[in-house]
C-alpha cells in the first residue's frame, strides 16, 4: 500500500490551524472493523513518537490539539494551534497490510 | 514504562553482515510483537519487520532475502541481522515495541563502508 502526504513541507505561525493530509492507494478498513492508520511525530535528533491510532484515537498524553480524522484513503491530521514544541516531520503509518508503510513526511515549521 | 536501546557495530563493510540488539527494560510484560524501523540520512522511515514474544516474524518483502530476526526475553532482548550490506543500508535503526511500532528506542546510525 503505497502512502502520499500533502503538503511536504508546512510553515506556520504560532496559535495557526495546521492540516496534513496522508491517502492511502488502498481502503485501510480491515473487516473487524478498525481503521489501521497512525500518526507519528518525528521532533528533532528525536525518534518517532506515536500521536494517533486507529484514524482518531490519541495516545495518552498527547495534547487535545491534536486531532485525527478519515475514513477508507482519506485521512487528515489537524493542529488547532501550532506551538512551538511542535515542529518537526509529521509521519502516516498504514498497519493494515504487510509490509507497512509509511508515508514520505511531512515537515512542518514555524514561520 | 518500557524503555528500548539498540546496541551493535556503527560501521559494516560492504558485504558483510549488519547485527544490531535491542534491550528492552521497564515495564511488567515481554508479550508483545518487537519490531525494527530504519531510517537512511535525510530521508523517511522504511519498516524492517517484527518479531512476536514466541518467535513468529514479518518481514518486508524487499529485505527479506537479507534479514533474520530473533528474540530472548530471558534476556530482555530481541535481534537483527542484515546480510550481504551494501551502502544503501546506510541507516539509523530503530527498534520498537508492537507489530505498530508504538515505543521507540533512539536509534543507532549504521554505516556501510569499507
Known amino acids: 500500500i503505497v502512502m502520499t502526504q500533502t503538503p511536504l513541507t508546512l510553515s506556520v505561525t504560532p496559535g495557526q490551524p495546521a492540516s496534513i493530509s496522508c491517502k492511502s492507494s488502498e481502503t485501510l478498513l480491515h473487516r473487524d472493523g478498525k481503521t489501521y492508520l497512525y500518526w507519528y511525530v518525528q521532533r528533532p535528533g528525536q525518534s518517532p513518537q506515536l500521536l494517533i491510532y486507529e484514524v482518531s484515537s490519541r495516545l495518552s498524553g498527547v495534547p487535545d490539539r491534536f486531532t485525527g480524522s478519515g475514513s477508507g484513503t482519506d485521512f487528515t491530521l489537524e493542529i488547532s494551534r501550532v506551538e512551538a514544541e511542535d515542529i518537526g516531520v509529521y509521519y502516516c503509518l498504514q498497519g493494515l497490510q504487510s509490509p507497512q508503510t509509511f508515508g514520505p513526511g511531512t515537515k512542518v515549521e514555524i514561520k | 514504562q518500557v524503555q528500548l536501546q539498540e546496541s551493535g557495530p556503527g560501521l559494516v563493510k560492504p558485504s558483510e553482515t549488519l547485527s544490531l540488539n535491542c534491550t528492552v527494560s521497564?515495564?511488567?510484560?515481554?508479550?508483545?510483537?518487537w519490531s525494527w524501523i530504519r531510517q537512511p540520512p535525510g530521508k523517511g522511515l522504511e519498516w524492517i519487520g517484527y518479531?512476536?514474544?514466541?518467535?513468529?516474524?514479518s518481514y518486508s518483502p524487499s529485505l527479506k532475502s537479507r534479514v533474520s530476526m530473533s528474540i530472548d526475553m530471558s534476556k530482555n532482548q530481541f535481534s537483527l541481522r542484515l546480510t550481504s550490506v551494501t551502502a544503501a543500508d546506510t541507516a539509523l535503526y530503530f527498534c520498537a515495541m508492537g507489530a505498530t511500532p508504538f515505543s521507540w528506542g533512539q536509534g543507532i546510525l549504521v554505516i556501510v563502508s569499507s
Open positions: 518479531i512476536s514474544h514466541s518467535g513468529s516474524t
Open positions: 521497564g515495564g511488567s510484560s515481554r508479550k508483545y510483537y
